[in-house]
């Protein structure tokens, strides 16, 4: 019989931070495009709002990884959370007076994710600190976190969204930067790691390119990071036009949209709950390549999709292979990256995929535009697939066991409170 895994002392106050803030972003990710629908029906400026959100990430991407393994993780973490509780004031205050414009969402889309870059970066590299580097424990938590992520910001944040911004433009505003706010003093009070350092004194560009080498140089670390990255350019181009889709092509008002987000939240949940049972009935590396499979059958099922009912179907079940896939892949990245280089690895990572998200992102608007708004989701279904086939080798069972077996002198005893 398998013993329980315990958690340390801290992860319930980071469980619930996170738990709060992804609250406030899923009512601002159903909020934010219609709120951009309120002042233009042009998809290619509505492309410029999403790709907007993407672009710290590729401008700054492994430099903010290399500044994360120099400064102190949680203090990164709180600060950041507070700076962008601050900024969503803007918007705020431009809707209830009626002087919001597109290119000021563009511009705050653009310093919530750099402040999401930090953050999440931070976040990432704190986990394994805080866990031991314990593989089991890793994984528990993160489908823990994961699955409360999708059920605050896909399942409940929505709908709340959507009813939130009938009651006024700046009311869903405020209340993602409340849930910034109380993630704030909650990650403040978390208990204090050691962070490790690496012994020579080095530059931060020499840093930062030791980070992305380390990632490209390891095939099993690049094919986790070639998953996402295409990936993003499937489902930017898919997200880019799927608020205008379901109001032109499936015909559902602001509230049904927020039920297509609410199925594929739901998916994910129960992606994230079995991700630990298909690891072990698969291997790890064999389930990856089943969900990255899952996510482009579904996303040709919505692509084909008569009427809503169809297409939250297919939205469930790729949420589903989502949900799955961001449970086992952080997992294993953060089992078996050295503890030194966990922010520079994980923010490589996650540069490669956000540097792909913009071009998701126009490519959609232009094929919306050019064609018709089933196209760019016909061509996200085909990037998704043929990406499966092309990492499957890389991320293979076979790898997945090596990797784990070489990192596990590293890891080390923790606490338990």
Request: proline letters at 5%; aromatic letters at 6%.
């Amino acid at each position: 019989m398998t013993a329980k895994v315990s958690m340390p002392a801290g992860f319930g106050r980071l469980w619930t931070a996170q738990t709060v803030s992804s609250l406030g972003d899923g009512v601002t990710h159903a909020a934010l495009p219609l709120l951009a629908l309120t002042l233009t029906r042009d998809p290619m400026a509505l492309a410029v709002v999403t790709a907007a959100g993407t672009l710290p990430w590729v401008l700054f991407g492994v430099l903010g990884g290399a500044l994360v393994d120099r400064w102190d993780r949680r203090r990164t973490m709180w600060i950041t959370d507070a700076g962008r509780a601050a900024l969503l004031a803007v918007p705020a205050v431009a809707a209830a007076f009626g002087v919001l414009t597109v290119p000021l969402l563009a511009v705050v889309a653009f310093l919530l994710a750099l402040g999401g870059l930090f953050f999440d970066t931070a976040a990432t590299a704190y986990l394994p600190d805080l866990l031991g580097r314990d593989p089991a424990r890793l994984e528990r938590a993160n489908a823990r976190l994961r699955g409360a992520q999708t059920a605050a910001s896909g399942f409940a944040g929505p709908p709340a969204g959507s009813a939130l911004l009938a009651l006024g433009r700046s009311v869903p505003l405020v209340a993602d930067a409340v849930s910034f706010a109380v993630s704030a003093v909650l990650v403040r009070s978390l208990p204090a790691v050691p962070r490790p350092v690496a012994g020579a004194r080095e530059s931060l560009l020499r840093q930062a390119r030791a980070g992305a080498s380390y990632v490209f140089k390891d095939r099993l670390l690049l094919g986790l990071a070639l998953r996402p990255a295409v990936g993003n350019i499937a489902f930017l181009a898919v997200e880019t036009v799927l608020a205008l889709f379901a109001h032109e092509r499936l015909g559902v008002g602001t509230f049904g949209f927020g039920l297509l987000l609410t199925a594929e939240a739901a998916g994910g949940l129960l992606g994230a709950g079995l991700a630990t049972f298909l690891g072990r009935l698969l291997g790890t590396g064999t389930a990856l390549t089943c969900t990255a499979a899952i996510e482009g059958l579904a996303i040709l099922g919505l692509a084909a999709a008569p009427n809503a009912y169809v297409a939250g179907l297919a939205l469930a079940v790729c949420g589903a292979g989502m949900g799955a896939t961001m449970v086992l892949a952080p997992s294993l990245r953060q089992a078996i990256v050295p503890a030194h280089l966990m922010g520079r690895v994980a923010s490589t990572s996650r540069m490669l995929a956000m540097c792909a998200a913009p071009l998701g992102a126009v490519l959609g608007g232009w094929l919306a535009t050019a064609y018709d708004l089933r196209t760019p989701l016909y061509a996200a279904a085909g990037l998704l697939l043929t990406m499966t086939a092309v990492t499957a080798t890389m991320t293979s069972n076979r790898r997945v066991e090596a990797a784990l077996a070489d990192a596990r002198p590293e890891a080390v005893p923790v606490t338990v409170g």
